[in-house]
Each structure stands twice: as C-alpha cells, then as structure tokens.
C-alpha cells in the first residue's frame, strides 16, 4: 500500500499579504456616551445599532456596564496601564526604578561579556 503525504498547511491556507494585524481602534469618551445613549433611546436593536458603529455587540453592552458603575463626570477608562500623567509620583518613581534596575542588569552582562572577551 503506498503511502500518501497530506498536505501542510500552507497548502491548505494560503497567506496572504493582507495577513497584517489591524491597529487597534481606539474610540472617544463621546462616542462611547453617545452610543450608550442611543442603545438605552431604544430607537433601535442593538445588534443594528452596533452593525451601525461598526463595533460588536458585546462592546456595547461593556461600555453601558461601565457607564453604570462610574460617577457621572468620570471618563471612560478601559483596563490597562493608565496614562503617564494620571500616574502618581510614587507609582512614577516605581516604573522609573524598575527602568534604571533593567539597564543596571545590561550593563553588567555586557561588562562580564567584555572582561571573558580580553582574557
């Protein structure tokens, strides 16, 4: 019985050269309110609401969640590292040590590198 070989994968799926990551969009304060707003009129479904914006459902549904629980003059803010000038000086000061011990670290390796280069 001869043995077949199967294809890979590239032969299944082709790569294209549109196979780049999209940036990630990133949406205002006021269009997030704005779409909130729309979404509670009930004007409309919300699956044709977000097909509209061109976000998905889902998001929609976070961002009234979170509209919910912040007080009313908050920005919106999503997870993740908050913004250089929302940080306090402690937690600046923190990032800044963290920095300065990761380039203390380099400096070492590269002399050790150096000294085992001369002997």
């Known amino acids: 019985m001869k043995k077949t070989q199967l294809p890979s994968k590239r032969e299944i799926v082709p790569t294209s050269t549109d196979a780049a990551a999209k940036a990630r969009t990133v949406f205002t304060d ?3 309110r704005k779409a909130v707003l729309r979404m509670r009129a009930g004007g409309q479904t919300v699956t044709d ?3 509209e914006l061109g976000v998905r459902r889902k998001l929609l549904y976070e961002w009234a969640k979170k ?3 912040q ?3 908050e920005a919106f803010r999503s997870p993740g590292r908050p913004q250089a000038g929302e940080l306090s000086e402690v937690e600046q000061l923190r990032r800044d040590l963290a920095n300065a011990r990761e380039e203390l670290a ?3 390796k590269l002399d050790a590198y150096l000294t085992r280069q001369k002997k």
Request: aromatic share 14%; no cysteine; proline share 7%.
């Open 71 to 73: 007080s009313p003059g």
């Open 30 to 32: 006021d269009f997030k």
């Open 67 to 69: 509209f919910d629980e």
């Open 49 to 51: 609401l977000a097909a």
């Open 106 to 108: 380099i400096l070492k």
